[in-house]
């Protein structure tokens, strides 16, 4: 079994920063692929950021030039700085990847609420 466990968020104003982590850990097949999602209330989970093991990344248009996906490939974490929020980027986040264990994604972490106020 895999476990994802996230931590970082919070309470911040419009314009204010925060970092987030996620630490995976237990029986990992691969953890090439790591990515952060989102999800608002009322509304789908959604990819944020994603990051290979060779450091190549990609972001949703919405983050781009705001938010910096990373890792430590010695921890098993992945973080994600957030700069710049915006009251649209409350959500709880949430870490995963596509290849964590045998059947592709692991279960989901309990993840962690950003809210951004105006």
């Known amino acids: 079994q895999v476990q994802l466990v996230e931590s970082g968020g919070g309470l911040v104003q419009t314009g204010g920063s925060l970092r987030l982590s996620c630490a995976a850990s237990?029986?990992?097949?691969?953890?090439?692929?790591m990515g952060w999602y989102r999800q608002a209330k009322g509304k789908q989970r959604e990819l944020v950021a994603a990051?290979?093991?060779?450091?190549?990344?990609n972001y949703a248009d919405s983050v781009k030039g705001r938010f910096t996906i990373a890792r430590d490939n010695a921890k098993n974490t992945v973080y994600l700085q957030m700069n710049s929020l915006k009251p649209e980027d409350t959500a709880v986040y949430y870490c995963?990847?596509?290849?964590?264990?045998?059947?592709?994604?692991?279960?989901w972490g309990q993840g962690t609420q950003v809210t951004v106020s105006s």
């Open positions: 990051i290979t093991s060779g450091g190549s990344t």
């Open positions: 237990g029986s990992i097949v691969s953890i090439n692929a």
């Open positions: 995963n990847g596509p290849e964590l264990t045998t059947r592709g994604f692991a279960s």
